[in-house]
């Protein structure tokens, strides 16, 4: 997360500012999980905390208790999967310790997640962690979602991320120097996601069982239910008209020029030159469009936006940071387009690089006290 933000130097809100004047972080952050779900009951709801170590690179879970815990096979009980889950309190809200370390927050709901510890390449504990959008992952028909966070010596930085699916609406408060809020979504706004998504015939294959979730295009394309060739007639019409023009991408308060030449789409000032990209490509802001290092990691970020928000071909002063003009093509990235109408500020995490120009659920903090994670209602009760 902290790599990917600061890519974005100039394209988004941008966190080196931020750390002038911060205060050193306490080496441990309390959370609270509430369930305001208005469906599942607290002992019907698993929490898991999962991730890595900054100190050993080893990765680690977190008991109850707080204590973080490198992963062992020994964990993997009869069954072969590792039961990592920490239950919610008996009732009222649930108390959490988070240590210093990257990883992810998992809640499941009617079932627990199943984990698995393997030796990665180099010998090391791993843990295999559920993959909602395959279909044969043994956690496919579980209800199930996640945040990521980075909690370390300079501060907490988290998300509520639909980059790879959706499914349980979450919410998150980040309380510290400023008091800031992630993630709402209006109200109803599950079921007007899975019927939004229902409306757009070629997105409807990647709503899975009767709205368990809904699976991100790139993913959809792996899975052999989304078109692989989706983008690549607007992919065509952006090479085409700066054959004959040229964009500018403002990033970190620099101006790069760029034109499509043999096919490559040329930058200046050291940025380079982009191949043609897939559709997939397009979805997963990779392979084509591969960030990399600055200067050329911010002007990949946004064109990765501007293909996913179909802004390109109209603005050739890129980043756009109107969202009025984001998704107005027939063809564009519906799957985000849906989630962002969906949340009270208008901000979602629907593709890698969708916090270009502050649009996505992404918060941080230099000096943290403490972090909710309010799981939201499913439904249009209060």
Known sequence: MITRRALLAGAAATPILALQGRAEAATTL???VVNHTYRYANNAIFL????TDPATGRQVYVRADGAKVPVSLSLNGPDGYADLSI???SGGD???????MAGRVYVSMGQKLKFRVVLDGNGQPALQHPAGWVR?????????????FNFESTGMYCNTTMVDMFSIPMELRLVGQATQTAGTLVQNGRDQIFAGLAAEPTFRPLIVGDNLRVIAPGHGIEAGIFPGNYFDAYINQVWNAYAGSSMRVVAGGVTYTGRVLGGQFAFDKGVGSFARP????????NGALFA???PRGPVAAILGAGFNRGTLISHP???????GTFYRPSVTNHYARVLHANTRDRKAYGYPFDDVADQSTYIQDHGPTSIRLRLTPFNANP
């Open 87 to 89: 239950p919610l309190a």
């Open 292 to 294: 990399g290092a600055p």
């Open 278 to 285: 897939s559709t997939r490509d397009v979805f997963f802001c």
């Open 48 to 51: 898991y905390v999962v991730g």
């Open 30 to 32: 309390p959370m609270t």
């Open 317 to 323: 002063d890129q980043p756009t940071t109107d969202p």
């Open 94 to 100: 649930t108390r959490v310790t988070l240590p210093w």
């Open 136 to 148: 044969s992952d043994p956690s496919y028909n579980v209800l199930h979602d996640f945040m990521e």
